[in-house]
Nanobody, 119 residues
Framework: VQLVESGGGLAQPGGSLRLSCIAS????????MSWYRQAPGKQRELVAR????????DYADSMKGRFTISRDNVKNTVYLQMNSLKPEDTAVYYC?????????????WGQGTQVTVSS
């Protein structure tokens, strides 16, 4: 299994970034996919989750209305569109997969993609 995150970078407060995660080594279209983030000195936290068909989406409260998760099961890719970015969104962002929504992430973590929000 390989998870390759990209699209991070430096953004100004109020700006936008679009993250991508390309997955391989498993049947992507049958898995729930999630984005997580880890800020310096903090635990990794769930950002957003999308079910296998894209029909059910959940967001952490602080991301609702600002972030949008989506997926392309043909390209084996999950996306995170981040708008209205805030300095507190600064973190390394990771994707991972699950079979059931209540279980822990199944795969080894990729390298992540760094998002820095600063003026």
């Amino acid at each position: 299994v390989q998870l390759v995150e990209s699209g991070g970078g430096l953004a100004q407060p109020g700006g936008s970034l679009r993250l991508s995660c390309i997955a391989s080594g498993f049947t992507f279209s049958t898995y729930i996919m999630s984005w997580y983030r880890q800020a310096p000195g903090k635990q990794r936290e769930l950002v957003a989750r999308i079910d296998s068909s894209g029909g059910r989406i959940d967001y952490a409260d602080s991301m609702k209305g600002r972030f949008t998760i989506s997926r392309d099961n043909v390209k084996n890719t999950v996306y995170l569109q981040m708008n209205s970015l805030k300095p507190e969104d600064t973190a390394v962002y990771y994707c991972n997969g699950q079979v059931y929504s209540g279980e822990s992430p199944l795969f080894s973590w990729g390298q992540g993609t760094q998002v820095t929000v600063s003026s």
